[in-house]
């Protein structure tokens, strides 16, 4: 019989975000503050367990331009994780339907693929523990295990460090993309490290609006100008910080107030993707019921 659950799969916004050193197998170690908003893709997965053998098919809606297909999208290669790594088959369908932009350091792909881990996690008759769950995740990329708890967290190591973070973090967003995006990897590559870190530079670490530092903006801005010009459109419209997020494309702002927000996404310019949204804080399970 088949059972079908749908996910909400909230962007992120990296509210901070250092790089603290480099691993022997070139994985850069992070030290990061990350908060889940109210950007969403909706995923729905269907399941039917089979005697043998896996068939999975996603198909995509909403934006679609610039998304992996097949084994390349990375809610597909979740599917596939976690039917390997619990030794079960069945015929699944994936939809994914899409608002969050992607190559945009947002990480819709990667909140993608904890939304199907958390769905077969209750549909799979034969699961495993949460922590499986969560090593599971670090196998698929860095950011997938900070979606599967998806409230705000220090993050640290290759993004396997999840501590939740109680800190006062803005409350209000606009968050702008431009038309180009930006290849993870290709911004990683830019990163010069100047001498050797052992150790998280952030240690005691408290976030405030009046410090925002990604130490992937020297290695992205000399690169996009643009996105140089979109935080100063955003400081021009009346937000209190800007920050890119992650490796970018995309810029927030931190604004005082939702009317202010949505006023400021208003005034930029049209060829700019603009949205406003909200600091999310609330149980992985709300966001089960509130994708149904």
Avoid at 107 to 125: E, F, M, N
Avoid at 257 to 282: D, E, H, M, Y
């Amino acid at each position: 019989m088949k059972r079908t659950v749908t996910e909400l799969a909230p962007a992120k916004l990296n509210l901070s975000l250092r790089i603290v050193g480099r691993r022997r197998d070139g994985y850069h170690l992070i030290d990061s503050v990350i908060v889940p908003i109210t950007l969403y893709d909706r995923v729905q997965v269907s399941m039917v367990p089979r005697s043998q053998g896996v068939r999975i098919r996603t198909t995509v809606g909403g934006t679609t331009a610039g998304v992996p297909r097949g084994r390349r999208n990375l809610a597909e290669r979740a599917a596939r994780a976690f039917l390997h790594a619990t030794g079960q088959s069945a015929d699944i369908r994936l939809h994914l339907d899409k608002t969050i932009p992607p190559a945009a350091g947002l990480g819709g792909g990667s909140s993608d693929a904890a939304a199907v881990l958390r769905a077969l996690w209750h549909l799979a008759p034969r699961g495993f523990s949460r922590q499986g769950l969560a090593e599971l995740a670090i196998g698929l990329g860095a950011d997938v295990p900070f979606f599967l708890q998806c409230r705000p967290a220090r993050v640290r190591g290759i993004g396997e460090i999840i501590r939740p973070y109680r800190g006062r973090i803005p409350e209000w967003f606009v968050v702008a993309v431009p038309q180009r995006g930006i290849s993870t990897a290709a911004a990683y590559a830019r990163v010069r490290l100047t001498k050797s870190q052992g150790g998280s530079r952030l240690a005691p670490f408290r976030y405030a609006v009046s410090d925002p530092t990604n130490d992937l903006e020297e290695a992205v801005l000399p690169q996009r100008p643009d996105i140089g010009r979109l935080k100063e459109y955003l400081l021009d419209v009346g937000a209190r910080m800007t920050l890119m997020s992650g490796s970018g494309s995309a810029v927030f702002g931190v604004f005082a107030s939702q009317r202010r927000a949505t006023a400021a996404a208003g005034r930029l310019p049209r060829s700019v993707r603009a949205f406003t949204a909200r600091s999310l804080a609330v149980p992985v399970a709300m966001l089960r019921r509130a994708g149904r």
